[in-house]
């Protein structure tokens, strides 16, 4: 499932196992165009991975602290510690094999 | 949404263009009306099989004459970027159009850009290619922008209404016409460097500038920009000899693939691509 993070809110992420965090904005093109590959491999990897949502103009504390300077940015943690990062739309077989490799 | 959709209209695409229309697919081409620049300006071409000793200028009408009389029609909107959504592709296109394909060929020809030493490396982390995308990012913040051409000055005015500085670098002969609070440094860019963790600076002959973010504004855009998770060997796409690239439903043929730089060569691979984009 695909969580909306609020208020610079790390606590849901830092607390899950296994955390796929997608950061981006709503005048982010490429953003928008992840969007939907976003939530369907939230739906694929339900059980597995907690996926996040985090809009940088909403949670500007979070995206300061993973050292966003573009976006989509994508984030992979574990346990409260990132472990793999990665810049740009990326196809969605791609991100699948990047999440597979990382989690 | 369309069958296949044909990124360049030069022969690679036109040949993938009459190719999928005797298939009866639903398709759209993407390109300048008259046909690819390159073609044109060739001053002779004798080794297109079938017509001996011929003009660039003649041969590149002959290509249009023969895709139209097919039906094909040639779209002049520039595509940006093109997303890979798993069952379709979204093309996002310079007039701010998106289409949808099912499956794309990319026959976009060889782009003369070379990236800027520093340019790879930092991409993403100060130096970005889209001033819509990524300008709110740099808001108070002072930023370069690096425009290879007239067409890049409307970005730089855009983004000195967010930035709190924009330093310009026009790659052209042409006198930029932009607001006074824009600085315009007649150097020519060599490199782009980092100065630090949220510093970055552009290198020329006489000095360094910095600013927050570097913005790099070519006209052409590299296949592996273009076409975001594209495998690429330097400027050219990896295809198999079915024309496949790794990226499934999404081909490549023409100059785009590397050498041989020759209009057969494109013509065959653009046949390839269409008959393995109709499977």
Not at chain 1, 35 to 58: I, Q, R
Not at chain 1, 82 to 99: E, N, Y
Not at chain 2, 211 to 219: E, G, Q, S, T
Request: charged residues 20%; hydrophobic residues 45%.
């Amino acid at each position: 499932m695909l969580t909306t993070v609020v208020n610079n809110d790390m606590s849901a992420i830092n607390a899950s196992a296994a955390a796929f965090v997608d950061l981006n904005a709503v005048w982010c093109g490429p953003c928008r165009m992840l969007g939907p590959v976003v939530d369907e491999l939230a739906d694929e990897y339900d059980g597995k991975v907690d996926f996040y949502s985090v809009d940088v103009d909403e949670n500007p504390v979070i995206a300061q602290q993973f050292g966003v300077s573009s976006i989509p940015a994508l984030v992979i943690l574990k346990n409260g510690k990132p472990v793999a990062s990665s810049i740009g739309f990326k196809p969605k077989a791609q991100l699948k094999d990047w999440i597979d490799e990382n989690i | 949404m369309k069958d296949v959709a044909i990124i360049g209209s030069g022969p690679a695409g036109l040949s993938a263009a009459i190719t999928l229309i005797n298939r009866n697919k639903d398709i759209a081409v993407f390109g300048p009306a008259g046909g690819s620049a390159k073609v044109i300006r060739s001053h002779e071409i004798r080794n297109y099989l079938g017509i001996p000793a011929v003009s660039g200028e003649e041969l590149a009408k002959r290509f249009a004459d023969h895709a139209a009389s097919m039906g094909v029609e040639i779209t002049d909107d520039k595509i940006t970027a093109v997303y890979a959504m798993g069952e379709y592709f979204a093309l996002q296109a310079a007039s701010g159009a998106m289409y949808e394909a099912k499956r794309v060929i990319l026959a976009a020809g060889v782009t003369a850009a070379k990236p800027l030493p520093g340019e790879t490396e930092l991409l993403g982390r100060g130096v970005s290619y889209c001033a819509t995308c990524d300008a709110p990012l740099y808001k108070g913040r002072p930023v370069a922008v690096i425009g290879y051409s007239p067409k890049e000055e409307a970005e730089a005015r855009f983004l000195a209404e967010v930035c709190s500085a924009v330093t310009y670098f026009p790659v052209y002969k042409q006198a930029p016409d932009l607001p006074e609070s824009v600085k315009v440094i007649k150097e020519i860019p060599t490199a782009v460097e980092s100065k630090g963790l949220r510093s970055r600076a552009v290198r020329t002959a006489e000095g360094g500038y910095e600013a927050d973010c570097v913005f790099i504004l070519r006209d052409s855009v590299a296949p592996s920009n273009l076409v975001p998770g594209l495998d690429t060997d330097g400027e050219a796409v990896i295809v198999d000899r079915q024309m496949r690239t790794n990226i499934p439903g999404l081909y490549a043929c023409g100059d785009v693939t590397g050498r041989p730089y020759q209009i057969a060569k494109a013509a065959g691979e653009g046949n390839i691509a269409a008959i393995s984009a109709a499977e």
